[in-house]
C-alpha cells in the first residue's frame, strides 16, 4: 500500500529557480528518503532523514522533516536542466513489516 | 555508473515464453529486492531476499518466480505472463536488512509482454 503523497504531482520551472517538492505520510515511521528516477532509469538515492533530525542538507539539497505533520519537502536551488527527472518519497514506517512505503512522486522539468 | 547490474535491459516475450531477469550486486550487502514500475508510477515491492530468507508480497502472481543462487545474485524467472505484466523491473539491494536504510538500485530491465 501506498502512504506517502506528494505534491506537486508535476512542477515545470527556468533554470536557476528554486523547486519545492512535499511528501506527506500517515503512520510513525523510522526514517525517510528521496530518490530521484530519470525517465526509463533506476532510482537514485538522494538524502535520508531520520525522524530525530529536522532537516538535512546534501549540496544543491535541502531536506526538511516534520513529524508533527507527518510531512517532508525536498528543496533543490538553484535548478540545472539536468535536474529533470522524478522524484520520490519513500518512508520506513515503524509499522510496515519492513517494506518501505513510496510516494506517487513528483515530475520535475527544468526549462533551459 | 550503477553498482547493481541487471541483463537484460530490454526483454519482449510471448505469453507461452519462459524467461529471466537477472541482477548482480558486489557490494557485499546482506538484502537484495525486486520492484515492479509502472509508467508514472512508484515502484511496487515484489520479493526480498535478505539473510538468506525469501519474502513475498503476497499480491504478486505464482508466474513471477525468485531465485537467490549466491548473496550477490537475484533472479527473476517469468512464465506465462501477461500483457499487463509489462512494466520496467527494478532489482535493489542495500547494506542491512529489509529496507531500514539506502536502496542502491540498477538500471531496470524493460519488459513487454505481447
Known amino acids: 500500500s501506498q502512504q506517502g503523497e506528494e505534491d506537486p504531482q508535476a512542477l515545470s520551472i527556468q533554470e536557476g529557480e528554486n523547486a519545492t517538492m512535499n511528501c506527506s505520510y500517515k503512520?510513525?515511521?523510522?526514517?525517510l528518503q528521496w530518490y530521484r528516477q530519470n525517465s526509463g532509469r533506476g532510482l537514485v538515492h538522494l538524502i535520508l532523514?531520520?525522524?530525530n533530525e529536522r532537516e538535512k542538507h546534501s549540496g544543491r539539497l535541502r531536506v526538511t522533516l516534520d513529524t508533527s505533520k507527518k510531512s517532508s519537502s525536498l528543496l533543490i536551488t538553484a535548478s540545472r536542466a539536468a535536474d529533470t527527472a522524478s522524484y520520490f518519497c519513500a518512508t520506513d514506517a515503524r509499522d510496515s513489516n519492513y517494506q518501505l512505503i513510496w510516494g506517487a512522486g513528483t515530475k520535475l522539468i527544468i526549462k533551459p | 555508473d550503477t553498482e547493481v547490474t541487471q541483463t537484460p535491459k530490454h526483454l519482449v516475450m510471448g505469453m507461452t515464453n519462459k524467461k529471466s531477469l537477472k541482477c548482480e550486486q558486489h557490494m557485499g550487502h546482506r538484502a537484495m529486492y525486486w520492484y515492479k514500475q509502472k509508467a508514472k508510477k512508484p515502484p511496487e515491492l515484489m520479493f526480498v531476499?535478505?539473510?538468506?530468507?525469501?519474502?513475498i508480497n503476497e499480491s504478486v502472481p505464482s508466474r513471477f518466480s525468485p531465485e537467490c543462487p549466491n548473496s550477490s545474485l537475484l533472479n527473476l524467472h517469468l512464465h506465462a505472463l501477461q500483457p499487463e505484466d509489462s512494466a520496467l523491473y527494478l532489482c535493489?539491494?542495500?547494506?542491512?536488512?529489509?529496507?531500514?536504510?539506502?536502496?542502491?538500485f540498477g538500471e531496470g530491465s524493460r519488459l513487454t509482454v505481447l
Open positions: 503512520t510513525s515511521i523510522n526514517n
Open positions: 531476499y535478505s539473510y538468506e530468507k525469501l519474502s
Open positions: 532523514i531520520r525522524s
Open positions: 535493489a539491494s542495500s547494506h542491512s536488512r529489509a529496507n531500514t536504510g539506502e536502496l542502491f
